[in-house]
C-alpha cells in the first residue's frame, strides 16, 4: 500500500520556467518530507527537506511546500534548467525509514 | 569524497546461487540502509542498522541478511537468489537514524537473477 504518491511520472518544462512537482502521502504519522534528485545509474541525491512544523522551506531555486491538512507537498523549480533534468523522488520519514513515492521525471527542455 | 561505495555495480546470477552485496562509506556515519528499487517503484527498506552491532529489517527484508561488518561496513546477502529479487539495490547512510538526518546514497548495483 503506496503511503507516498506521485501521481505525475512525467513532467516536461521549458527552460526558465517554473517546475512544480506534486507530491501526496496518507500517513498523518508522517512528520519530515523530503526530495530526492536521481539521475541514471547513479544514486539518490538529497535536495531539500521540510519538517511538518514548517509549511516552507527554500534553498536557492528549490522551495517545498507543504500543506499538511490536505497531506499534499510540492516541489517548485525556479528557473529551470536543463541540469534539472532527472527523476525526483517525494520521500516521508516517520523516523528511521524513508517512504518513497514512486518518482516523477522532469525534462527541462532549451 | 567517495561517500557511499557499493560493489559490484553489476552481477548476473542464476537462480539458487549465493551472492554478498557490499557497501562502505567513509562519512564516519552511524547508520547505514539497503534499499531496492524495481522498476517503476520508489526505493523500498529492506533492511538497516541503526548503529553498529545493531540490525533492524524494514518493510521487505524476505530473502535477504544483513552484516554490519564495522561502523564502516554493511553488506547484504542473498541466500538463494530468485528471480523477483532483480533489482537495483541501493546502500545509504546517515549520521545517526532520525528524521532530520538525510540519507547518503551508493550509485548501486544491479542485479539479475536468471
Known amino acids: 500500500d503506496q503511503q507516498v504518491k506521485q501521481n505525475s511520472p512525467s513532467l516536461s518544462v521549458q527552460e526558465g520556467r517554473i517546475s512544480i512537482l506534486n507530491c501526496d502521502y496518507t500517513n498523518s504519522m508522517f512528520d519530515y518530507f523530503l526530495w530526492y534528485k536521481k539521475y541514471p545509474a547513479e544514486g539518490p541525491t538529497f535536495l531539500i527537506s521540510i519538517s511538518s512544523i514548517k509549511d516552507k522551506n527554500e534553498d536557492g531555486r528549490f522551495t517545498v511546500f507543504l500543506n499538511k491538512s490536505a497531506k499534499h507537498l510540492s516541489l517548485h523549480i525556479v528557473p529551470s534548467q536543463p541540469g534539472d533534468s532527472a527523476v525526483y523522488f517525494c520521500?516521508?520519514?516517520?523516523?528511521?525509514?524513508?517512504?518513497f513515492g514512486k518518482g516523477t521525471s522532469l525534462l527541462v527542455t532549451p | 569524497n567517495a561517500g557511499v561505495t557499493q560493489t559490484p555495480k553489476f552481477q548476473v546470477l542464476k537462480t539458487g546461487q549465493s551472492m554478498t552485496l557490499q557497501c562502505a562509506q567513509d562519512?564516519?556515519?552511524?547508520?547505514m540502509y539497503w534499499y531496492r528499487q524495481d522498476p517503476g517503484m520508489g526505493l523500498r527498506l529492506i533492511y538497516y542498522s541503526a548503529s553498529e552491532g545493531t540490525t533492524d529489517k524494514g518493510e521487505v527484508p524476505n530473502g535477504y541478511n544483513v552484516s554490519r561488518l564495522n561502523k564502516r561496513e554493511f553488506s547484504l546477502r542473498l541466500e538463494s537468489a530468485a528471480p523477483s529479487q532483480t533489482s537495483v539495490y541501493f546502500c545509504a547512510s546517515n549520521l545517526r537514524t532520525g528524521e532530520d538526518q538525510p540519507q547518503h546514497f551508493g550509485d548501486g548495483t544491479r542485479l539479475s537473477i536468471l
Open positions: 520521500a516521508a520519514s516517520p523516523a528511521y525509514a524513508l517512504n
Open positions: 562519512m564516519n556515519h552511524n547508520s
